[in-house]
């Protein structure tokens, strides 16, 4: 079993849709969790970080934490065609970070 | 603008050479990073440095070797004990327990 697991997709949605992106983990000890978005040919790009269970809403984007069920999630309203990327989670324990596969997402207009 | 630089964007590697690729930080962060990227993986460390002359290995270190002489540079080079170093290469830094921020990558194939 990986230590994150992440649905690679790919995900085709129409423009305005709500999108969810969800990754699961194994491992209980990781402290802080982030989502990056990575376009064709580029490097993954910050998108959203958090450091405890709940949701942290930044615009159109919000991550949800659920670390009993080890369950993290990112949410996009309005999905936009620019919102076409890869998605990738990733999660920390103590400067040791792992990353899920990356889901593929197209925002068709 | 602060930020990452890998080159070069694109490399390719004849059989039995080494190749060297550049990652500098202006960032002031103290930590870099090199990661490899395949299709369908996940993101997979190679070697990171927390403090200029000190590196350690990841999970996948073989075939690989790095310097930190400098603050803002950390190279990586390819040897040629690395049997398939075709990849997606991605350099980043952070500041102690602070999320990594990533270069643009250097894509290397084999001639």
């Known amino acids: 079993q990986k230590e994150v697991e992440q649905d690679p997709g790919p995900l085709s949605v129409p423009e305005g849709a709500i999108v969810s992106l969800n990754c699961t983990y194994s491992?209980?000890?990781?402290?802080?969790f982030m989502w990056y978005r990575q376009y064709s040919r580029k490097g993954p790009e910050l998108l959203m970080y958090?450091?405890?269970?709940g949701n942290k809403e930044d615009g159109r984007f919000t991550a949800q934490v659920d670390k009993s069920s080890k369950y993290i999630s990112l949410f996009i309203r309005d999905s936009q065609p620019s919102d076409s990327a890869t998605y990738l989670c990733?999660?920390?324990?103590?400067?040791?970070?792992?990353f899920g596969a990356g889901t593929r997402l197209t925002v068709k207009p | 603008d602060g930020g990452i630089t890998q080159s070069p964007k694109y490399l390719f590697r004849k059989e039995g050479q080494n190749v060297t690729l550049s990652c500098e930080q202006n960032?002031?962060?103290?930590?870099m990073y090199w990661y490899r990227q395949d299709p369908g993986q996940g993101l997979r460390l190679i070697y990171y440095s927390h403090i200029v002359n000190d590196f350690q290995k990841g999970d996948i270190a073989e075939g690989y070797s790095v310097s930190r002489e400098k603050k803002e540079s950390f190279p990586l080079t390819v040897t040629s004990a690395q049997k398939n170093p075709t990849a997606f290469y991605l350099c980043?830094?952070?500041?102690?327990?602070?999320?990594?921020?990533f270069g643009d990558g250097t894509r290397l194939s084999i001639l």
């Open positions: 960032l002031n962060h103290d930590a």
């Open positions: 491992n209980s000890a990781f402290q802080y």
């Open positions: 958090t450091y405890s269970s």
């Open positions: 990733a999660m920390c324990e103590d400067n040791d970070m792992r």
């Open positions: 980043a830094s952070s500041i102690s327990d602070q999320p990594q921020h």
